[in-house]
């Protein structure tokens, strides 16, 4: 009863709505007038109702259908983190035009984690704490203490501000018996494990040339945003005809994320999908490449890897492309031929479902002619 009267009060704090719907956007203005009653009706501090909500966000989502999707994430704290982005893209084909938050980790040479958070959105951070805690208990039994070391805003193009905030995380492990115990080392046993090389004899085999066969879309960068090297693929689908000094916004226009192409940018927004498109000198699409930065050991390079980003067989014919232009192991082969494939069956399904609701002529005769046969 308090709860139902209590959830009557809060409501009305937002009288221009009086039903909240799944799968629709609503104004953030709506999102902290509600915050506001929360904090209004049950007394507490602003920060206290976002860490709540981030706590309830998680188990809300783990209960309602997205708990496979949250196992798959990642094998321990970090890697679930640093795999949110992926999540909060792939949600972003249903849920049309969110404002997704991105995150990174650091690992420190103590052990310890150094969480970024970037939003669009200032003040959030406490959510993100909420979130942090479900996320150890409920996915890895642990008790995870985050706590705000440093806020900052940066603009990442010319219209976009983005709020920075970094979390020193701190995680320890909850025993049968409910006590906690501080973790000694963020690298676990499988974490190490995908750590280590395994190059017999010590020296590279792979040459540059057969990495650039073998990886025909990737294209290494310097900190001035130099190519270093790039795959076969890259200058095959590009209209520039120098092939020395060339910096990365000479091929490709940055697409997604929405940011201005900039090393810095790049090592902010480092686990976001990315889409790069080189176009001719009239602007149109030669090819589209989606994919992901990663930072390589040492710290002023950085690779792209990516693959053609082709929706149908006509898009490939567009583009000039064939199947032989995509390595075997890219899995881009199957999606093409894939979607093809359902898109001829919706062709056949469509063209037998018209034929059944448009009867020919004579049918149409003999129909309308016992139509009002019964009618009369
Ligand atoms: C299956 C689970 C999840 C779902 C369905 C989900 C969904 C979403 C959606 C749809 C938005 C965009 C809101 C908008 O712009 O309209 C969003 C934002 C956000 N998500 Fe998630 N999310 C999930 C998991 C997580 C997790 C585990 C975290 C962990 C930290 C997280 C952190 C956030 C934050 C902080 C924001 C928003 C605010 C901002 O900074 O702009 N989400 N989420």
Request: with cysteine.
């Amino acid at each position: 009863m308090f709860r139902l009267l209590s959830f009557d009060r809060i409501e009305s704090g937002c009288d221009d709505i009086s039903d909240f719907l799944t799968f629709h956007r609503y104004d953030d203005s709506v999102t902290m007038k509600l915050v506001g009653s929360v904090k209004e009706v049950l007394g507490v501090p602003v920060g206290v109702v976002l860490q709540l909500f981030g706590e309830y966000f998680f188990t809300y989502c783990f209960e309602n259908g997205y708990s496979e999707m949250l196992k798959i994430l990642g094998h321990d704290f970090k890697s679930f983190m640093q795999n949110l982005d992926s999540l909060h893209a792939l949600l972003a084909f249903s849920y049309k035009d969110i404002t997704a938050p991105s995150f990174r980790c650091e690992e420190e040479k103590d052990g310890t984690l150094t969480l970024h958070y970037y939003s669009a959105r200032e003040g959030l951070q406490d959510i993100v704490i909420g979130l942090c805690r479900s996320v150890g208990l409920q996915m890895f039994g642990q008790d995870v203490d985050v706590e705000v070391t440093h806020k900052d805003k940066m603009n990442v193009n010319d219209t976009t501000v983005i709020y920075h905030v970094t979390f020193a995380v701190t995680i320890k492990e909850v025993n049968p018996n409910g006590t906690v115990q501080p973790m000694k080392n963020l690298r676990t046993e499988r974490r190490s494990s995908t750590r280590t090389s395994y190059c017999v004899p010590p020296k590279p085999i792979i040459t540059s040339e057969d990495f650039c066969e073998i990886f025909p879309y990737h294209i290494l960068i310097d900190d001035k945003l130099a190519i270093r090297q790039c795959g076969v693929g890259i200058l095959r689908w590009t209209n520039v005809t120098r092939t020395t000094n060339l910096r990365l916004e000479d091929l490709f226009t940055l697409s997604k994320p929405d940011m201005t192409l900039t090393f810095d940018n790049i090592k902010r927004f480092i686990n976001a999908n990315y889409l790069l498109e080189g176009r001719d000198s009239e602007g149109n699409v030669l090819v589209k490449l989606r994919g992901q930065m990663v930072l390589l050991t040492r710290p002023d390079y950085v690779l792209f890897v990516g693959s053609p980003r082709l929706a149908s067989l006509g898009e490939m014919e567009e583009r000039h492309m064939f199947l032989s232009d995509i390595p075997l192991y890219d899995v881009t082969r199957e999606l093409v031929l894939l979607n093809e494939q359902r898109l001829a069956e919706v062709e056949v399904r469509s063209a037998s479902l018209s034929s059944l609701l448009l009867p020919s002529s004579s049918s149409s005769s003999s129909s309308s002619s016992s139509s009002s046969s019964s009618s009369s």
